[in-house]
């Protein structure tokens, strides 16, 4: 994590001589960001599992990528909260009409048919039982273990829809009730003594959507040059402190970083990314599945582990996802499940 928060302030750093407007963080940027951000935590994954040894900038890329993954995922939750208050401030309580079916239907079935191709593949290549994977789940380790942040997306859906169908006064009211909801998915899975990852990077929905709601009165606290000097600080005194607490700090900081440093500098607009946007949420279920297979069927190692993992993580993604479009376009059609778009 020591890299990105090296390389992040560097570019805030220079962005003070150049912030002469500022760049929106709308669709047509957080899309080739959640392309980014995909590959990102396969290679994260991937880094955690091969350890190359050819050269030693090759090293240092698989180090700086050991550390990404919590950033990375936090990023994710900072997009949903934004992305959740912009489009009700946009629509208005009409948002909400579909909004459960909607969402779930682009999450619940890739999360159920994934889950079950994992499962299906650990009872045959490493002998899972039906016990083991109850019990690992109630430790919470799901099927797909890094599919952990599909029920927190799915809970934060709910809490969503929930909070403002049952407040239908001011929005603060609702976006309180919304946090406070956030909040119970970050105590509950700490509570169980689940692994930090439920619960490290979570709140960042929370700043997502408060700072969206309030984009208008703190874009000049953007512009300010001691914004970034500021977050710079803050970020780099949040190393010292090595608890839960201080690690969580420095997770969820690296949101607010990234977001103000792609307000100042704007984003790289890429149809490669923009693909890679689109299948996201499907590279993040099926990278899974392919390293189990790539490390139960092959002898392959170090970067070129690493080459053939993206790679066909990328083509499976974009098959499955091609498949379930097929198949919820059937579904629909034939009238069989409520989730069907």
């Known amino acids: 994590m020591i890299q990105l928060i090296v390389i992040i302030s560097v570019l805030l750093a220079f962005s003070l001589y150049h912030c002469n407007k500022l760049y929106p963080f709308d669709v047509k940027t957080t899309l080739p960001l959640r392309g980014l951000l995909a590959i990102l935590i396969v290679a994260h994954h991937v880094s955690q599992r091969y350890t190359p040894q ?7 890329c698989h180090l700086f990528l050991r550390g990404v993954g919590g950033p990375v995922v936090t990023v994710f939750f900072f997009i949903t909260g934004y992305g959740l208050a912009k489009s009700i401030s946009n629509k208005g309580d009409s948002y909400l009409n579909g909004f459960l079916k909607k969402r779930l239907s682009g999450t619940v079935p890739e999360l159920l048919l994934s889950s079950i191709i994992m499962i299906l593949i650990l009872m045959v290549f490493k002998d899972y039982t039906v016990k083991q994977f109850v019990f690992k789940m109630m430790q919470g380790m799901p099927p797909i273990e890094q599919s952990w942040f599909m029920y927190i997306i799915i809970a934060i859906y709910i ?18 009730l919304f946090s406070f909801f956030v909040i119970a998915c970050i105590f509950i899975p700490f509570y169980l003594n689940w692994g930090k990852w439920w619960y490290n990077s979570t709140l960042s929905v929370c700043i997502g959507y408060w700072l ?58 890429s149809n490669i990314l923009n693909f890679l946007g689109n299948i996201s949420l499907n590279i993040y279920l099926i990278h899974p599945i392919v390293i189990v297979l790539f490390q139960s069927r092959t002898s392959v190692y170090g970067n070129m582990a690493m080459i053939m993992i993206v790679s066909f993580t990328i083509f499976f993604a974009y098959i499955f996802t091609f498949c379930l479009k097929f198949l919820k376009s059937l579904i629909k059609t034939r009238g069989i499940l409520p989730f069907a778009r």
């Open 212 to 269: 969206s709601l309030n984009e208008k009165k703190i874009e000049p606290i953007i512009r300010h040059p001691l914004t970034p000097l500021s977050i710079i600080c803050i970020w780099g005194a949040s190393l010292f402190f090595k608890d839960p607490l201080g690690y969580m700090i420095t997770n969820n900081l690296s949101a607010v970083a990234i977001y103000v440093c792609i307000r100042r500098y704007g984003f790289l607009h």
């Open 159 to 176: 809490s969503f829809y929930i909070s403002y169908r049952i407040h239908t006064s001011h929005k603060v009211n609702k976006g309180i």
């Open 54 to 60: 050819e050269f030693e900038i090759i090293n240092q």
